[in-house]
């Protein structure tokens, strides 16, 4: 891109930078009123007016009523939108709100809401303006919740979520940089104090990130490692479909879900966790279970394979994440687990 890295974005670099989606039907740009989302809005707006064809952009704000500034804000992104000639919506997230997981439960939230707006309208793609800046907040919260690989890579520029693609277009791009674009363009913006907020995770790390980069580790390394991560993520999902379709062909074709214990047993450890993953999220009728504990069934697994048992034995059975786990002597088999048995009360009339 143009310029330095503290400096405002040029047109060239918004024809760069939305180049991936040039070809989307449309898209739902997801703008709060903050500095980051209102550049967003901005650039794509003078992107799709520089081209003939490109995809029908529109507006959404959520607006979780958890501050009273909310409505506000809401009406000025309105102003905006309509002065860039883009039709805007605020949706509303209603109901009772959690006394823990705040954060969590605004994103679920939020991205519910923008995922049925873009299905409403045609949109193919919701775009959110993540920037370099919260990639490496997410890469550092990753570690130290002790993440694997995948979670290490932190946020993809595009993805999937709800049925809808998720793009982000300024996740190398730093927040300075949207902050300087605004200021040339002459456009205010708002400031959310949960931003600064330490009951908040991503607010205590915002606040380690000038320590760590006198040391180095700035935002731009976190999201180099975070690229990298990703990288060695997808190449390991790679050698997972290989795994697959190997055990398939050892284990008789009968199921992905029937595998040859020996077999099983002699693929890497990483990979054996992948498969447990991918078997569980298919047959299972629970959340996706922690890795930690895929991990520790991974180990129970291929301790219990070095056992001596007749044919046929089972050597552990247990449950995780709603799918059965059974373990014999040459087989290991996932299948979905059996409805949970509920304590039935005795009716006191029929108890005496």
Not at 55 to 61: D, E
Not at 63 to 90: I, N
Not at 135 to 155: D, F, H, K, N, P
Request: charged content about 25%; aromatic content about 4%; some cysteine.
């Amino acid at each position: 891109m143009s310029g330095s890295d503290e400096g405002p974005l040029s047109a060239r670099d918004a024809s760069r930078l939305f180049a991936d989606w040039k070809a989307a039907p449309g898209i739902v740009l997801a703008v709060s009123g903050g500095p980051d989302s209102l550049a967003l809005m901005w650039l794509a707006a003078r992107w799709r007016s520089s081209r003939k064809r490109g995809p029908a952009l529109s507006v959404v704000t959520v607006d979780h009523g958890l501050r009273p500034e909310a409505a506000r804000e809401a009406r000025f992104v309105k102003q905006l939108a309509r002065s860039l000639d883009l039709p805007h919506r605020t949706l509303r997230w209603t109901g009772d709100k959690p006394t823990s997981g705040l954060p969590a439960a605004a994103r679920e939230a939020r991205y519910r809401l923008l995922a049925r707006a873009a299905k409403a309208s045609g949109a193919s793609h919701i775009m959110t303006a993540h920037t370099r800046d919260d990639q490496a907040e997410t890469v550092l919260m990753r570690l130290s919740r002790g993440s694997g690989i995948a979670g290490l890579a932190a946020m993809a520029r595009d993805s999937m979520r709800d049925g809808v693609g998720l793009a982000r277009p300024l996740l190398d791009v730093s927040k300075q940089r949207l902050v300087a674009t605004l200021v040339k363009a002459g456009i205010d913006f708002a400031t959310d104090p949960s931003n600064v907020d330490p009951r908040f995770t991503r607010p205590r790390l915002r606040e380690l990130m000038p320590l760590l980069a006198a040391e180095g580790c700035d935002s731009r390394s976190l999201a180099r490692f975070a690229a990298r991560a990703a990288r060695a993520d997808a190449a390991l999902e790679l050698l997972a479909d290989g795994a697959e379709r190997y055990l398939v062909l050892r284990s008789g074709g009968d199921s992905i879900h029937g595998y040859n214990m020996q077999a099983f047993c002699g693929l890497a450890a990483e990979i054996r966790i992948r498969l447990l993953l991918r078997a569980l999220a298919r047959v299972g009728q629970e959340r996706r279970p922690e890795l930690g504990k895929v991990e520790a069934l991974a180990e129970a697994l291929h301790s219990a394979a070095q056992s001596p048992a007749a044919r046929g034995q089972i050597k552990l059975k247990q449950t995780l994440a709603g799918a059965l786990i059974t373990l014999t002597a040459d087989r290991l088999r996932i299948t979905t687990a059996p409805p949970r048995r509920r304590k039935v009360e005795a009716d006191p009339d029929t108890s005496r």
